[in-house]
């Protein structure tokens, strides 16, 4: 699939943290994984806490989540 924009809700726990748009393929799972953890370097989250998040995918403007990656 070609690269689209698109909305990565980050999750801490199930609780809402963050939303990012990253410009991507959304089943390029490595490429979304690395979007959530340069999130999480930025914010500075050890990585040892890195297991309490994930992301989910949406595209951008719209409701259905396409996957959800963990870091």
Known sequence: ??????????LRKGRREDVIEVTAD???????????????TGNKWSAGRWGEF?????????????KKVRA
């Open 54 to 66: 994930e992301a989910e995918v949406r595209r951008s403007g719209e409701n259905k989540v396409l």
């Open 1 to 10: 699939m070609a690269k689209q924009s698109l909305e990565l809700t980050i």
């Open 26 to 40: 959304p089943d390029d799972v490595p490429v979304l994984q690395d979007s959530l953890r340069a999130w999480l």
